[in-house]
């Protein structure tokens, strides 16, 4: 893929990652009910849908008001610890998150994970696939402010810039599947893409929706890039 002056070139792909390049949703949903129920509570399947997305000490302390008798570092570290047992049985992929890692891959884009997961799950996952995709990893555990706060994204484009000093918010897209992620990717100036999953993302012009990442392309992506630069640049000359 090559830039031009008319097409800014797509330099970073930021992918979240529970729910988005793989549903383990489920996985931290069963662990969420076993814990609460453990201790003597119970765990709807609202609640549940009201931790998606969110930073893990969030969701501790969600638990803990749902009648969890332990300090949020270990609750998060039994949370953890069975959905990293489930994922070493099966890694559940989305559909078309692989396929789409593989062509930006070939195309020789940079791509990150950024997660509110924490590294030794994160590591599990990116273990998992048959080529080095991920440049990079920010997970929950290396940020002071969990999603929906920008701090993963900003820290993720600043990574980038190491390596390569051009880069900036606009040639970068994330790819998110949650509300408190596309809120996060959003404030941080990314260019982002949501893709609902386990809760419907609302309407925002700041974003694009993208029912499914089956089928789409590297080349899906660079169009996001040139049209992000193309409005800017249509702002500019209309100042």
Not at 5 to 24: C, E, F, H, R
Not at 100 to 120: F, K, N, Y
Not at 182 to 208: C, F, K, N, W, Y
Request: glycine residues 6%; charged residues 20%.
């Amino acid at each position: 893929m090559h830039s031009s002056p008319s097409q800014p070139l797509l330099k970073a792909v930021l992918w979240d990652m529970d729910g988005t390049l793989v549903d383990t949703e489920p996985y931290w949903i069963a662990a969420e009910r076993a814990l609460v129920e453990s201790h003597g509570g119970t765990w709807s399947h609202q609640q549940a849908m009201q931790l998606v997305g969110q930073s893990l000490l969030h969701s501790a302390a969600v638990l803990q008001h749902a009648g969890v008798k332990l300090e949020a570092r270990e609750i998060v570290d039994t949370l953890s610890a069975q959905v990293i047992a489930q994922v070493r049985k099966e890694v559940p992929w989305r559909p078309g998150a692989r396929e789409l890692l593989d062509q930006l891959h070939e195309a020789g884009i940079r791509c990150a994970l950024v997660t509110m997961s924490e590294g030794p799950l994160a590591g599990v996952v990116v273990e998992s696939l048959p080529k080095p995709y991920f440049e990079f990893l920010v997970t929950g555990d290396t940020v002071t402010h969990g999603k929906p706060h920008p701090e993963a994204y900003l820290t993720a484009v600043e990574r980038l810039k190491l390596e390569d000093p051009s880069v900036s918010l606009h040639h970068c897209v994330a790819l998110e599947d949650s509300i408190p992620g596309a809120t996060a990717a959003i404030a941080s100036g990314v260019i982002t893409v949501g893709i609902p999953h386990q809760v419907p993302l609302p309407e925002d012009p700041r974003m694009i929706v993208w029912p499914t990442l089956v089928g789409r392309t590297a080349q899906d992506l660079q169009q996001l890039v040139a049209d992000r630069f193309a409005t800017a640049n249509l702002f500019e000359g209309a100042n």
